[in-house]
């Protein structure tokens, strides 16, 4: 296995034949009814059968998925949200994610001033140093947020070097109100995002977080959104892999997926969530023989999208 | 009690005769060797005792400073640097605060796009709804990253609105990799700081965050390490709040955080963390009778500090 992040995640993209990390959102009131109406688990409002629900649909979901996809993105909003229960899940869903063979990008855009990094680099991306918890696993990669100075997340780039481990910084987010901020332009007609652009492509070229494939354990976030500054970015960050959201339900679309990828196919994981693992509520997939197999056609048929986005 | 948090700061601040708010980043190292050297506490490498442990230390510097100060500010990556453990520690020292009448900053950082936001702002920052958990409470407010546009924020001033709670955004930072991305300046000589600080200014003038002292309840982190950006953004947000860290060990000035304040003194509280937490280490106090007594004289001092500042 390599040990570079980006090595291994374009080994596994290429592995599986597609470029897609499936997002892990999981909401009590969305799951299937067959696992909201067993009794033990049918309480959204007891924090431990809400993450009971919440981890048998979700490892169900990764076993789904493991052989279609590389990477699977959990949001750890949606398990803070049942307090230190719900972190208790996250960190056995990592576990059970690495025993499906996927990278794990934990999804936790975290930031502060270096000292600050300095702890939650160890928490969200460091392989665990407690002596009782031995078996605990920490994300392949983490989101994070660049407001703070990119230099001021340092912290992170170093633990990503020493342990193979990955980092994916907000570059240009998909929602709408980025523009507030992300759009901000300077003098020379520059806007913020392509300045976070230069520097994440800048301290991604350093020796030490360059793989072997051309691409840095460095990666950034770009919404699958606008097409024009998906193709500009690509441009300005050569060796950085990028990970896509917004692509289907938040209206991103296939231009847009397609310019952040580069001639060759390479360069991007395209994260898709709602499509996918709730398949089963939408008109498309509400016939199948079962939620789980809704969900698999689901992914089955979006690897076909993305080949067909990218020509192949 | 009043039920806007702008208001209630206020009214604490005055109570106590300080604009401070202690800041708790415990970090087990550095904690008194009368709490290291209990034979229960004393496995840094076990995140049981260390829990424990860093427990015991906030909760005695929570009483030691509660007659003083009225906030505390709780860094949430030193919890989470204990998995779940953590976790469930960093809710309790919310109870144990809120038992004592400070107000609870949780110094979180959160933010991401609206919907992801809409979960973050319900376990950090709403009164909990979930049946078994119903002596859970929440801090009384949140620091938040601007990055994903103010308005991305939305669900947080919902929040903020209808449950009396207070939001920080984060909008000059006190670290110097900071200059990277806040300095970053438009074409009418306006930095992204600034910017930020307009769109601040316009939010929480809304009716439903105002509260009854000519303040918001939603603030802004400004960091006490440039007189000059602070000076502009005290008049950029005339009803901002700033909370202010960075004075002390961070290289802040008295300048810096006097223009934090306008000229009646209010505005503004000032957050303390290492000099007061481990005030035990240091050259002035360590000859204190106790680290409680040392502890408790760099607050009184500090207090007096301000003061001065103030030219109260």
Redesign the interface.
């Given at each position: 296995m390599s040990s570079n992040f980006a090595d291994r995640l374009l080994e596994g993209i290429k592995a599986k034949g597609s470029p897609i990390a499936v997002g892990l959102?999981p909401q009590y009131s969305r799951l299937p009814l067959v696992i909201r109406e067993n009794k033990e688990l049918n309480?959204e409002?007891?924090?431990?059968s809400?993450v009971d629900a919440i981890f048998d649909f979700s490892t169900k979901i990764m076993r789904i998925i493991a052989p279609h996809v590389a990477a699977v993105k959990l949001?750890i909003?949606?398990f803070?949200?049942?307090?230190?229960?719900?972190?208790?899940a996250y960190?056995s869903l990592v576990e059970e994610a690495n025993d499906l063979g996927l990278e794990i990008i934990g999804d936790v855009?975290?930031?502060?001033?270096?000292?600050?990094n300095e702890?939650?680099s160890?928490?969200?991306l460091a392989n665990?140093?407690?002596?009782?918890?031995e078996d605990?696993l920490a994300p392949d990669a983490v989101t994070v947020?660049?407001?703070?100075?990119?230099?001021?997340l340092r912290p992170f780039f170093n633990i990503a070097a020493e342990q193979g481990k990955g980092i994916f910084v907000?570059c240009r987010?998909?929602?709408p109100?980025?523009?507030?901020?992300?759009d901000?332009?300077?003098?020379d007609g520059k806007k913020?995002y392509e300045?976070?652009a230069e520097?994440i492509s800048k301290v991604g070229a350093e020796p030490a977080m360059m793989g072997n494939h051309g691409y840095s354990c460095l990666g950034a976030v770009v919404g699958a959104t606008d097409p024009d500054a998906a193709k500009q970015l690509r441009e300005i960050m050569p060796h950085t892999l990028f990970l896509v959201p917004g692509y289907g339900t938040?209206g991103g679309t296939a231009d847009a997926a397609r310019a952040c990828f580069k001639d060759d196919g390479t360069g991007a994981i395209v994260t898709a969530t709602r499509s996918i693992i709730y398949a089963y509520e939408s008109d498309q997939y509400k016939g199948s023989p079962s939620w789980e197999k809704a969900v698999e056609q689901a992914v089955i048929d979006m690897k076909e999208q993305i080949k067909a986005v990218l020509g192949g």
């Open positions: 959102d309480d409002l007891d924090t431990e809400a949001n909003a949606f803070e949200k049942y307090y230190w229960e719900g972190i208790e960190y855009k975290r930031a502060d001033i270096p000292d600050t702890v939650y160890r928490s969200h665990p140093e407690f002596t009782n918890m605990l947020n660049p407001y703070f100075g990119i230099e001021a907000v987010s998909s929602n109100e980025a523009h507030e901020i992300q901000f332009v300077n003098a913020l300045h976070v520097l938040q």
